[in-house]
């Protein structure tokens, strides 16, 4: 904000003491009006930042909901997230820090990620092994089934930062993205994104 902070650089030379000179005390009248316009402008960023925020527990709650369907166990899991969501509106609503706000954002996804793992075992319980039964003359020579390796990744790190403003750009990094993780399949089993 171009206003703020030409507002804030003359704040900073109306409260500047210089060595050896005496303050001008004149000029303090004018930091009320000053002040009002930084404050309108954080105030602003503020409940522009609380709107993305508020848009991603939405996200994640949506995300939550559908996959628990009707399933009672995966729909106490989901009465459980909302709860850890509500909290979160109410950290939104009284944090008055941007970057206290940015903070929030990583474990509202990390939340969401792990909860649907625990609704997606509800729904998909694992499929219990068969026991193995040795045959004769089988011994001790018996293999354990390979065990498989996945790599994991994290999502920052995949999908990096950027602005994209043509179709062409998405479709190049989209491109790279998608080479990057062939390249990450080889030599292991799958890719886990974290």
């Known amino acids: ?6 507002a804030l650089n003359r704040i900073r030379l109306i409260t500047m003491v210089q060595s050896g000179a005496k303050f001008d005390y004149s000029r303090l009248p004018e930091l009320n009006e000053l002040m009002a316009k930084v404050k309108a402008s954080h105030d602003a960023m503020l409940d522009a930042k609380r709107e993305e925020l508020l848009e991603i527990v939405r996200q994640c ?20 997230a909302d709860t850890f969501y509500d909290q979160k509106k109410q950290q939104i609503a009284t944090t008055t820090e941007l970057a206290l706000l940015d ?13 649907l793992d625990k609704i997606e075992v509800i729904v998909n319980p694992p499929k219990p092994k068969p026991p193995v039964v040795p045959g004769p003359g089988s011994g001790s020579t018996m293999k354990e089934p390979a065990k498989k390796v996945y790599k994991t990744i ?35 089993d799958g890719i886990k994104l974290s």
């Open 1 to 6: 904000d171009a206003e703020a902070n030409a």
């Open 61 to 80: 709650m949506a995300d939550i909901h559908q996959a628990a369907g009707d399933i009672p166990n995966a729909r106490s899991v989901s009465a459980t």
């Open 103 to 115: 903070g929030l954002i990583p474990p509202m996804w990390q939340y969401k990620d792990t909860t």
């Open 154 to 188: 994290h999502r920052q790190a995949m999908f990096p930062a950027k602005t994209l403003t043509t179709e062409e750009e998405i479709d190049a990094y989209v491109e790279k993205i998608r080479a990057n993780m062939k390249q990450l399949l080889h030599g292991c």
